[in-house]
């Protein structure tokens, strides 16, 4: 089945430091991947996406590479702020996986003024 | 355009209770898909409507169930509520292509607490 894993434990960086998430992946056919983020208290907000390998997703700084050689899809971002404090999680679907999401864990970052 | 939205925000429920959970989907979508998100861990897949049948469902037991009705807006209804079930309930909405891997849209969610 469609699985999808994120590297372990809270990340905690400084302002304006480089923040990359691990994020790898198994899946049936074809998926689409996805980053979500969730700040404290609310739902998922969709962060970027990718439908098709070598895509690349970017928004608000934050950018992923669809990577099929390496079924990886890492997060990353050149300068962080505190206001990207949140949770991140990876995502696929893929309409031969019964086009239904699968999380990873998620990763807790804090960013320090 | 409103987005997806989801009624009501925060509940708490004595165990063996029942609840019910509301989604009204994105304009133009019609599918919808619930999701369990305990505290910590990533959202897990309850159960899926379109055309208002359950078309998939993740691994959970009977005691969770839904409904769409023709409008697409879809209710989750947990009975014999445990201290388990106590999370985050998300709904997630999408258009049916057929053939393509779909967008999903979240609502804000239901924080249900079972004491």
């Given at each position: 089945g469609?699985?999808?894993?994120?590297?372990?434990?809270?990340?905690?960086?400084?302002?304006?430091?480089?923040?990359?998430?691990?994020?790898?992946?198994?899946a049936?056919g074809?998926?689409?991947l996805?980053?979500?983020?969730?700040?404290?208290?609310?739902?998922?907000?969709?962060?970027?996406?990718?439908t098709k390998?070598?895509?690349?997703?970017?928004?608000k700084g934050?950018?992923a590479?669809?990577r099929?050689?390496t079924?990886?899809?890492h997060?990353?971002?050149?300068?962080v702020?505190?206001s990207?404090?949140?949770?991140?999680?990876c995502a696929?679907?893929?309409?031969?996986?019964?086009?239904?999401l699968a999380?990873?864990?998620?990763?807790?970052?804090?960013v320090?003024? | 355009?409103?987005g997806?939205?989801?009624?009501?925000t925060?509940?708490?429920?004595?165990?063996?209770?029942?609840?019910?959970?509301?989604?009204?989907?994105?304009?133009?979508?019609?599918t919808?898909?619930?999701?369990?998100?305990?505290?910590?861990q990533?959202?897990?897949?309850?159960?899926?409507?379109?055309?208002?049948?359950?078309?998939?469902?993740?691994?959970?037991?009977?005691?969770?169930s839904?409904?769409?009705?023709?409008?697409?807006?879809?209710?989750?209804?947990v009975?014999?509520?445990?201290?388990g079930?106590?999370?985050?309930?998300?709904c997630?909405?999408?258009?049916?292509?057929?053939?393509?891997?779909?967008?999903?849209?979240?609502?804000?969610?239901?924080?249900?607490t079972?004491?």
């Amino acid at each position: 089945g469609n699985s999808v894993t994120q590297m372990e434990g809270p990340v905690t960086l400084s302002e304006e430091a480089f923040l990359t998430i691990n994020c790898t992946y198994t899946a049936t056919g074809y998926p689409s991947l996805f980053w979500y983020v969730q700040y404290p208290g609310e739902g998922l907000q969709l962060l970027l996406k990718a439908t098709k390998a070598d895509d690349k997703g970017s928004n608000k700084g934050f950018e992923a590479t669809y990577r099929k050689e390496t079924t990886s899809f890492h997060l990353e971002k050149g300068s962080v702020q505190v206001s990207d404090s949140a949770v991140y999680f990876c995502a696929l679907i893929s309409y031969y996986g019964n086009n239904r999401l699968a999380f990873g864990k998620g990763n807790q970052v804090v960013v320090i003024p | 355009d409103a987005g997806v939205t989801q009624s009501p925000t925060h509940l708490i429920k004595t165990r063996g209770q029942q609840v019910t959970l509301r989604c009204s989907p994105k304009s133009g979508h019609d599918t919808v898909s619930w999701y369990q998100q305990a505290l910590g861990q990533g959202p897990q897949f309850i159960f899926q409507y379109y055309e208002e049948e359950e078309r998939q469902r993740g691994n959970f037991p009977d005691r969770f169930s839904g409904h769409q009705y023709p409008n697409y807006s879809s209710e989750l209804n947990v009975n014999a509520l445990l201290l388990g079930d106590s999370a985050l309930y998300l709904c997630a909405s999408s258009l049916n292509t057929g053939t393509e891997n779909t967008e999903a849209f979240f609502g804000q969610g239901t924080r249900l607490t079972v004491v």
